[in-house]
């Protein structure tokens, strides 16, 4: 009997096991993801998802028939899809955000596909919908991923999005503010850096003395947001961080460790160095935005802690002020990634950002190496990347 007949019964559980066990980018589909591939949200949402899992787990495996099975659930989820769209409105079209979001998944995952139309489709849909469609759960949950992913999308073609406007950063949290996490709150600061990179290309181009002098206006009151999230976090996580002799391989012995990572970060939890990687992240983002705008950006003020916070012990992390240099943030988000690749599978949870920073921070020391050779030994030791913005940008 053909192989094939005998799992055919089986295939699909398999699939969406193998998948959910191995795709890198997982996690950030919970709930809706495994919501999905129960058939508990809608038809077109379960075929999307039978797509995507069947053709993740025949591309592993290198099974044909099991590719062709994705494809064919691929061409229903379509087929449902087009028949809903005509009919979306403010009222009905979130029902198409999962299902999308689905398709956008099977398009870059399965296919390799740069195709950025779901990407397009997605935000107009979440455009339409508005801020208030998104106030309860589940649909708050998947507005914050999706949100999560246009954005890294926004930086890499260098646009600005919606999602700068002060209503999308506001409305969806309103009804709960405390739901909203620390890490969507820094999203709502790198929510503005498409848009600032999209002007400062505006400037280089047509030398705007006003656009430059609102530009440099607009970065420094995100740095000062950005100060005031990290004296909150430090307030909130003490003693979060320590340091440790960082661990050598075959690949990687002591002697070819760079200067500066021979020790690495460890954290109490896997979402504190996630949230401290994104903060140097953005932090990156702004402080190069003042480099170019005005001379000895470095030099410039961070707000203090309030008089109320007293550190328990000095921290191995670097505190708002304390950077001199691009490459020291760069530095702490190597330090800690491969915290953040040994614990992230079993840590449930959901950011999609997360390798963001180190991809941001491959571009930092491009002319080093040492430390170009590092971030790149560790980047492609991801097992399961996907295509997906996060990664795109190294």
Known sequence: MPQELGLEGWVEDMAFSFTFSNFLYSNFGRPWLQLAAQGAIDDMSLAACKAFALGFFGNSQRQRWIQEKGVKEHGISLHLLIKELPKADRVNAAKCIIPVMLLLLYNNSVCKNADFSHYEGLAQLILLCGPERFQHQ????????????????????????????????????????????????????????????????????????????????????RLQDVYQWRWAWESRNPSAAFEVSTRTSAQMPSSEIP?????????????????ICLYNAVLIWLLSFLDELRPAAFAYRSPSPSASFKPSRPSPLLLPGQVRSLRQPAMEICRSFQYLLDSFAKSGETPLSWLMPISLAYYIVPEDREYFGWIRMRLDGCKGKAKLPAYKGA
């Open 138 to 221: 589940s649909l708050l949950n998947v507005f914050e991923v999706a949100r999560d992913l246009l954005i890294l999308k926004a930086l890499l073609e260098r646009k600005r999005t919606f999602f700068e406007e002060d209503r999308w950063k506001t409305v969806p949290w309103a009804l709960n503010p405390s739901a909203k996490s620390p890490t969507n709150h820094l999203l709502d600061i790198l929510a503005d850096v498409p848009g600032f990179l999209e002007d400062e290309k505006t400037i280089k181009q047509a030398n705007d003395d006003g656009l430059r002098k609102s530009l440099r206006s607009r970065v420094e009151q």
């Open 259 to 275: 200067r500066g990572l021979e020790m690495s970060l460890l954290y109490t939890t896997w979402l504190q160095a996630s949230e």
